[in-house]
């Protein structure tokens, strides 16, 4: 059964990002909880920034798992990425996320590899950044593995990578890996962008999609865009999805209104 979640972001510097509750764990998960959200999504500045105690406290008050945990602050707040052109740079990229799947470990929540990933050019081209991501994630899925959940890598949109942009190209490059414990995370902004037909995009990525971001087209909570979201959650029902779908949206109107229509469209969709 598709579940829901709503985002929380703990990092100051990302502030005006695509995240719906900024104001700490403990207003996130009542108002989440109160909602009927199943879990909460946590994007936070490192592994030693959330009081594991304090955290497994908030899930258990309020009855929430952790859908996954985000890997960004690696790259807003430290430059880390997976394909710098820097071997020093990269372990530490690796080192950040290796912590990161620690961190979510206990939860059995996912860590998401996004802007992380990085991009070709310089000295890199697209063949060689490829390769590096490749070993990334050849060294990060089976330790994600050992750690009890599964590594998730996000397509991003063209003005965020050039690296892989849409779900079949990740498909694809999944194939050619040794690890079968990297999935894909199909964010519906970003797949706005670059898929000619979101539910066929979905269909391609049958039984490799292991996380949604749940967002309208222009990234507000869905509803508020024009996003065509019925046949979306017709494929994602037919190709048997069972993860996360989960607000990674805009604060807009503001994040109360965002995390109620977010948790209506789902509803809607998937429980009516
Ligand atoms: C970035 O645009 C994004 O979608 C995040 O989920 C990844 O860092
Ligand atoms: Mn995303």
Not at 177 to 195: G, Q
Request: hydrophobic share 45%.
């Amino acid at each position: 059964m598709m579940k829901s979640a709503v985002t929380v972001s703990l990092v100051e510097e990302a502030r005006g990002g695509p995240f719906v509750f900024w104001d700490g764990l403990p207003a996130a998960c009542a108002r989440a909880a109160e909602l009927g959200y199943d879990a909460i999504e946590i994007f936070a500045p490192g592994p030693d920034t959330v009081d594991a105690g304090e955290l497994n406290g908030l899930l258990n008050q309020h009855n929430l798992k952790v859908a996954a945990v985000g890997t960004g602050a690696g790259m807003v707040k430290h430059g880390l990425k997976l394909t710098d052109p820097d071997p020093a740079q990269r372990t530490a990229a690796r080192e950040f996320i290796r912590s990161m799947i620690d961190f979510g470990a206990p939860y059995e929540a996912p860590a998401i590899i996004g802007s992380m990933q990085g991009r070709w050019g310089g000295e890199l081209d697209l063949a060689a950044a490829l390769a590096l991501l490749a070993e990334a994630l050849e060294d990060l899925g089976p330790y994600a593995e050992k750690a009890g959940a599964p590594l998730i890598y996000e397509p991003l949109n063209r003005y965020e990578t050039n690296l892989i942009k849409t779900v079949a190209d990740g498909v694809a490059f999944l194939k050619t890996l040794t690890t079968r414990n990297v999935l894909l995370l199909a964010d519906l902004f970003h797949m706005n962008i670059e898929e000619a037909d979101l539910a066929a995009a979905v269909r391609a990525g049958q039984g490799y999609i292991g996380h949604v971001h749940f967002v309208d087209s222009n990234r507000q909570a869905m509803g508020l865009g024009h996003m065509d979201f019925a046949p979306i959650a017709a494929a994602l029902k037919e190709t048997g999805y069972d993860g996360y779908l989960s607000a990674e949206a805009f604060p807009l109107p503001d994040a109360d209104t965002a995390a109620v229509k977010t948790i209506e469209a789902f509803q809607r969709y998937f429980r009516d």
